[in-house]
């Protein structure tokens, strides 16, 4: 299903609002080698990430037109683009990092968190502020980044960054798997 307050205004005025080399820089996406991302959108992230990461971006979305609009931007990069949903189905792959890009106000985060869990060791969020941004979502619905931190230790994540400053509208937070608990296997002799 198609999350709620996930519509895209027209393409020039959407990427009007990031500084997107910023974003990528700030989050370190040049580390990772495989990278999946909920919601290409135009394919405003997904092209230069392609460009960015040294093995494949994997990019997922509900509407057509969008998986449309990156495919044409895409051409001769390694991304696999494809009309999934995400909130059904998950990623259904494993990477190094997965992407939430101004999607954590759905109607189920933490479900969507251990989706991202289960795809990748690292999860990187960006959203809009809580302030008078020129889009985003309702206050309401719009998380802050402590919310995000909350949700992502239910789903076995741990910040791994402090609060990142995306100017001029936009946090980023980066979230790592937590360590597994020591074995519980090992007992002494005898026991
Ligand atoms: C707010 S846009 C963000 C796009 C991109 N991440 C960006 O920041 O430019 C959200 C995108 O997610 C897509 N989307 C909404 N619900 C989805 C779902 N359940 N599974 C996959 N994509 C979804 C929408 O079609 C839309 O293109």
Redesign the pocket.
């Known amino acids: 299903?198609?999350?709620r307050d996930?519509g895209?205004p027209d393409e020039a005025y959407?990427e009007s609002l990031f500084d997107v080399p910023l974003i990528l820089s700030r989050l370190g996406i040049e580390r990772f080698h495989d990278v999946a991302?909920?919601?290409?959108?135009?394919g405003?992230?997904s092209v230069p990430i392609a460009r960015a990461i040294s093995g494949t971006l994997y990019t997922?979305?509900?509407?057509p037109d969008?998986i449309a609009r990156t495919k044409e931007r895409a051409t001769g990069l390694r991304i696999v683009c494809e009309q999934?949903?995400?909130?059904d189905s998950g990623f259904g792959v494993k990477v190094d990092a997965v992407l939430l890009?101004?999607?954590l106000h759905c109607e189920q985060p933490i479900k969507l968190l251990r989706y991202a869990a289960s795809a990748g060791r690292e999860v990187c969020v960006i959203h809009w502020r809580h302030a008078d941004t020129p889009r985003g979502p309702s206050f309401d619905i719009r998380p802050y980044p402590e919310q995000i931190i909350e949700w992502g230790r239910e789903a076995g994540l741990e910040p791994s960054s402090d609060v990142i400053d995306l100017p001029p509208w936009h946090y980023g937070i980066r979230l790592a798997l937590r360590p597994a608990f020591p074995s519980l296997t090992r007992t002494r002799r005898g026991s």
């Open positions: 299903m198609k999350i996930s895209m959407w991302e909920l919601g290409c959108g135009y405003t992230f997922y979305d509900v509407d969008m999934r949903d995400v909130m890009f101004n999607i």
